[in-house]
């Protein structure tokens, strides 16, 4: 089958690499994807939401799977899009409809869902313009820190962790009143600090059942130690050595089932994955975040871990047959090193030459591109984070050694990364 990627980072060239070797991908297309993508099939110049566009490459290259990469699309409608259009609704999209995306466009949407079925989160509270002074009352007598939230998508900024009173209502002001994020700020979620450790989960769901992938750690923070700014996503590891079979049992039973229960109940249609950030607050996991789609960069531990055939786990979604399917993990540990341009997560120069991307990777290594693209006959940066070099080993220290032994032989002007990814797994 023709088999449609959307989206441009190491998540999609992780999936595409992974696609590209299943017996039944024929023609794959990303889009607008980046050089490594290009590697694994063909990228077409779109937009990830020029849902015209895309639709109408779907249909000139017969496509019958489209994998959505990013939330954007998807808290757009872009599943309802197709499945709305008679010329589209014969193609298989991987992603929840519009109204279950809200799982991730929405924090309010969110609390509400796990407050009605019973999944624990922290305790909160939402305000707007019209209870505006409730929340300033709210916030005088809240414990700190406090946690403000942007209702809608904020390019990932949206989430504020203050450490006194004033701070929270001078935010709090700036959203509602002085629109710092725009329209997703004009309502807030205000809620306790949950304070612990956090996981990534991810589960794949066709509606009905679920299967579980392996679980991730991503280091978010720009510096080595977990210091500094906040960026899209530093490294990651997998799997996580305190996720034992106790803790998954919990996050099965309260968090997993009741939020697959819950979709059923309230009607959401949701066909793809659902990216759960747990916090584990004294050995119990609470839900920090839903997210509607895989991480990044997450997805590139992940994904080389797997080791079943991704269109037949995608094809059993489409049949809601994915109780069928046997996950299948490779035991080793993975470990994933992102190298940023310099100034990341602040500004920075793009149109780098990369050196170093002609040579074989080293054995168990992969060289996954994020902002990337070809120019001539090289390849040049084209984002923040710009490349993503996973490997595997025996635990995350090997893994990360090997991850980083691999980032020295690649280079371009300015190139940083944390050399400390999975520290704390020794
Ligand atoms: P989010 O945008 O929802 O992923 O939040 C960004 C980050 O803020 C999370 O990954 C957590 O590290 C942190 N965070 C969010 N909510 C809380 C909370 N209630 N308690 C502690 N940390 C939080
Ligand atoms: N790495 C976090 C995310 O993809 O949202």
Request: hydrophobic content about 40%; aromatic content about 8%; charged content about 25%.
């Amino acid at each position: 089958m023709n088999i449609l990627i959307i989206g441009s980072g190491g998540r999609e060239h992780a999936l595409a690499w992974k696609l590209k070797q299943s017996r039944h991908c024929e023609g794959l297309f990303i889009a607008p994807g980046n050089a490594g993508t290009a590697l694994c099939g063909t990228n077409l110049a779109l937009e990830v939401s020029d849902f015209d566009g895309l639709s109408q490459a779907c249909i000139t290259h017969q496509v019958s799977l489209v994998i959505v990469g990013p939330e954007e699309p998807l808290v757009k409608g872009i599943t309802d899009f197709f499945s709305d259009n008679e010329a589209t609704k014969h193609i298989q999209v991987i992603g929840p409809s519009m109204a279950a995306s809200q799982l991730e466009g929405s924090k309010t949407f969110a609390k509400s869902f796990m407050q009605h079925h019973g999944i624990p989160t922290a305790a909160y509270k939402e305000f707007t313009i019209d209870n505006y002074d409730e929340g300033v009352a709210y916030i005088r007598q809240h414990s700190l820190p406090i946690v403000l939230k942007a209702d809608g998508l904020a390019a990932g900024k949206g989430v504020l962790i203050c450490q006194s009173q004033l701070e929270a209502l001078a935010e709090f002001e700036l959203m509602i009143i002085r629109s710092k994020f725009g329209e997703a700020g004009k309502k807030v979620v205000i809620e306790e600090f949950l304070s612990g450790i956090e996981i990534s989960v991810f589960v794949v769901t066709d509606g009905k059942h679920y299967v579980l992938l392996p679980e991730a750690k991503d280091y978010k923070r720009i510096g080595q130690g977990d210091k500094g700014l906040n960026t899209g996503g530093m490294g990651a590891v997998s799997p996580i050595p305190f996720f034992d079979d106790t803790l998954r049992e919990k996050a099965e039973t309260r968090i997993i089932k009741p939020t697959i229960a819950g979709l059923q109940k309230d009607k959401l249609d949701y066909k793809g994955f659902i990216f759960i950030g747990l916090m584990i607050t004294n050995g119990e996991p609470y839900v920090i975040e839903y997210n509607c789609r895989l991480g990044d960069p997450e997805t590139e531990v992940i994904i080389p871990r797997l080791k079943n055939d991704l269109v037949e786990l995608f094809s059993a979604i489409a049949r809601q047959e994915l109780n069928t399917i046997q996950i299948d993990i490779d035991e080793r540990a993975a470990a994933t090193i992102v190298a940023v341009s310099g100034g990341y997560p602040g500004t920075y120069e793009t149109g780098k030459a990369i050196n170093g991307l002609d040579e074989e990777p080293l054995e168990d290594c992969i060289v996954f591109h994020s902002g990337t693209k070809p120019a001539d006959d090289t390849v040049v940066t084209n984002g923040g984070r710009v490349l993503a070099v996973t490997a595997l080993g025996s635990n995350i220290k090997e893994a990360s050694e090997l991850a980083q032994y691999m980032m020295e032989q690649l280079y371009f002007e300015d190139m940083y990364y944390r050399p400390d990814i999975g520290y704390e797994f020794p």
